[in-house]
């Protein structure tokens, strides 16, 4: 099974920006789909952005398209999410998970591993 390590997270001003990355090891992924998921507090965690381990595919939530944007580096078995423009409601903890169910899916119970998720938290 895979493992995975999120990073990146941390404390951030309204309009700012952080890069968040998500490190596997174990195994490679050699055909997984990659999400990023969050959870505010008092709210369930909900789906954020995902790719296809080939990078052909991506997909994100409606309130973080165009500001947020999800990559993954081959050579380090690494997915990142690159977030800018980022508001109050973006707090929360940050979560990546891994699925070898083949293309994208935002359903949560589609994937079998998690990360122990990071800290974002944006302030006015």
């Known amino acids: 099974q895979v493992q995975l390590v999120e990073s990146g997270g941390g404390w951030v001003q309204t309009g700012g920006s952080l890069k968040l990355s998500c490190a596997a090891s174990?195994?490679?992924?050699?055909?997984?789909?990659v999400g990023w998921f969050r959870q505010a507090p008092g709210k369930e965690r909900e789906f954020v952005a995902c790719?296809?381990?080939?990078?052909?595919?991506?997909a994100y939530a409606d309130d973080v398209r165009g500001r947020f944007t999800i990559s993954k580096d081959n050579t380090k078995n690494t997915v990142h999410l690159q977030m800018n423009s980022l508001n109050t409601g973006d707090t929360a903890v940050y979560f990546c998970?891994?699925?070898?169910?083949?293309?994208?899916?935002?359903?949560?119970?589609?994937?079998?591993?998690w990360g122990q998720g990071t800290q974002v938290t944006v302030s006015s």
């Open positions: 174990g195994r490679t992924f050699d055909t997984d789909t």
């Open positions: 998970a891994e699925t070898t169910r083949l293309g994208l899916t935002r359903r949560q119970t589609d994937y079998g591993s």
């Open positions: 790719i296809t381990w080939s990078g052909s595919a991506r």
